[in-house]
């Protein structure tokens, strides 16, 4: 399908196929992720689980992955309300989780997006199986990309191939550190071509930092990151936790990223986890007037 054929993807939308934007960014080459933007139907984003690369060691989509998944798709939201293919960058993503993700294909459709200028809030539903398994917010600036680079799309053609990492855990490569968690910078990492750091992979990190901080009988509820800086992906990104409160049911973290200078951070989340067992997520849909 081409911008040419009777089904038009969004103006807003970069490339001539539905996935050309999509298969140039590193990261999301990486992660096999695939997105439908046609006019008229939803915006509709996924990761395969057969591709190791996005699963934890169980063999389900991993959180991190899914947090990716999130970034990119919240992004492409965006696109659809635009005149003309335009940069962006992140500036925050909130997650919240419905229980464990499946070992099945996860995809994140997009609900809303409210533009404020050059502001836009992005929502979406990430589903799995026909069932909601999490809910995705982000904020984007329009016109700017990580770096302060303004009014230039991503001119990348190459194409990379998906991770061969046996996890997601692999394809971030952190490792304990004596600050934290620390990630060393991979080709397949990068969002923005700065090169920056994808927001996603980011995410992913600060994620990972803080579930293997806490105990396995806690289970993530929600992660919260505000992106305050580019993080240059020819650079180390370091992970430190920073526990607020840890109860009989629940633990909030903080989770710094920083590349060298903890004073100086390029990233911070908030996560709460909990111990209760998960349920049964039930949508309810409730009258709109």
Excluded at 41 to 59: F, K, N, S, W
Excluded at 131 to 142: D, E, N
Excluded at 161 to 169: I, N, Y
Excluded at 236 to 245: D, F, S
């Amino acid at each position: 399908m081409s911008r040419h054929d009777p089904e038009k993807l969004y103006p807003g939308f970069p490339g001539t196929e539905p996935d050309d934007h999509i298969r140039t960014i590193p990261a999301c080459a990486a992660l096999g992720m695939t997105q439908r933007a046609i006019i008229g139907q939803p915006v509709l984003t996924t990761l395969d689980a057969a591709l190791p690369a996005v699963c934890d060691a169980q063999g389900r989509i991993s959180r991190g992955a899914a947090l990716v998944l999130a970034d990119q798709a919240t992004a492409g939201g965006v696109f659809t309300t635009l005149p003309r293919p335009t940069p962006m960058m992140t500036l925050d993503l909130r997650v919240d989780w419905f229980g464990p993700l499946p070992a099945s294909p996860i995809s994140c459709t997009i609900d809303e997006v409210t533009r404020e200028g050059d502001l836009a809030l992005s929502r979406g539903r990430l589903v799995a199986d026909g069932k909601p398994v999490g809910a995705a917010t982000a904020r984007y600036l329009i016109g700017s990309m990580p770096g302060g680079t303004p009014g230039r799309m991503d001119e990348r053609h190459d194409v990379l191939p998906p991770s061969p990492a046996a996890t997601f855990a692999d394809y971030l490569g952190a490792d304990a550190s004596p600050d934290g968690m620390t990630m060393q910078p991979r080709v397949e990492h990068v969002g923005a071509p700065l090169p920056a750091y994808h927001g996603g992979v980011i995410a992913g990190l600060l994620e990972h930092a803080g579930v293997s901080s806490i105990d396995a009988a806690f289970r993530p509820l929600d992660i919260e990151i505000r992106f305050l800086a580019p993080a240059l992906a020819t650079l180390p990104l370091v992970a430190r936790v920073v526990p607020r409160r840890i109860g009989r049911r629940a633990i909030t973290l903080d989770i710094e990223a920083h590349q060298g200078d903890p004073n100086r951070p390029v990233a911070l989340a908030r996560m709460l986890a909990i111990t209760d067992p998960a349920g049964d997520p039930v949508r309810h849909d409730l009258p709109h007037g």
